[in-house]
């Protein structure tokens, strides 16, 4: 089993920064594919940025050059610095985790931009 706890959500102005933390624990090894999507209201879940098997990075068109996914392996952490954010960056984020084929997700954190 594994379990993904995130952190950081919260409300921030427009053009401001947050940074997600999403701490794994269990059977997870740095080569399982771990990740960050999100969800707004009345629209699907969508990939926001993630690590591939190999540690390369997916990110969202709508996302890139502003928000920035990184790891420690060390601590079995994946982080999600998101900065010049935008109102439509307000969603649930989720953190993902692909463990041989299983898919794991946390519980979700908010993150609102808004003046």
């Known amino acids: 089993q594994v379990q993904l706890v995130e952190s950081g959500g919260g409300l921030v102005q427009p053009g401001g920064s947050l940074r997600l933390s999403c701490a794994a624990s269990?059977?997870?090894?740095?080569?399982?594919?771990m990740g960050w999507y999100r969800q707004a209201p009345e629209k699907q879940r969508e990939l926001v940025a993630s690590?591939?098997?190999?540690?390369?990075?997916n990110y969202a068109d709508s996302v890139k050059g502003r928000f920035t996914i990184s790891r420690d392996s060390a601590k079995n952490t994946v982080y999600l610095q998101m900065n010049s954010l935008k109102p439509e960056d307000t969603a649930v984020y989720y953190c993902?985790?692909?463990?041989?084929?299983?898919?794991?997700w946390g519980q979700g954190t908010q993150v609102t931009v808004s003046s």
């Open positions: 690590f591939t098997s190999g540690g390369n990075t």
């Open positions: 269990g059977n997870i090894f740095s080569i399982n594919p």
């Open positions: 993902h985790a692909d463990v041989w084929n299983r898919h794991y």
